[in-house]
């Protein structure tokens, strides 16, 4: 059973750091794309950042430079470091994967999300 579970979230002042974390059950992070993205209210989701089974990153530009995604397939487990934070990254942040259950048929995958304050 793919299972997806962040922790992390919390309220930090402008320009503090979060480290988040997402603990995948049921399938190999390595095989996967993981991605994190986040929903502020009143707006749609967006994407964040991923990284591919290839350890390639993507950032979307709004966090370049101060967000990074990383992934330890020992533990199962991808991460969003975030640094500088602005209050405008206040949003509920989801982990997600797009799971393959066999070649006909795959879906998306979203965890409960870790909702991140930035305020003074």
């Known amino acids: 059973q793919v299972q997806l579970v962040e922790s992390g979230g919390g309220l930090v002042q402008p320009g503090g750091s979060l480290r988040l974390s997402c603990v995948a059950s049921g399938f190999p992070i390595s095989a996967y794309t993981m991605g994190w993205y986040r929903q502020a209210p009143g707006m749609q989701r967006e994407s964040v950042a991923n990284?591919?089974?290839?350890?390639?990153?993507n950032y979307a530009e709004s966090v370049k430079g101060r967000f990074t995604i990383s992934r330890d397939n020992a533990k199962n487990t991808v991460y969003l470091q975030m640094n500088t934070l602005k209050p405008e990254d206040t949003a509920l942040y989801y982990c997600h994967v797009h799971y393959s259950y066999s070649w006909a048929y795959s879906r998306d995958h979203w965890g409960q999300g870790t909702q991140v304050t930035v305020s003074s």
């Open positions: 990284i591919t089974g290839s350890e390639m990153t």
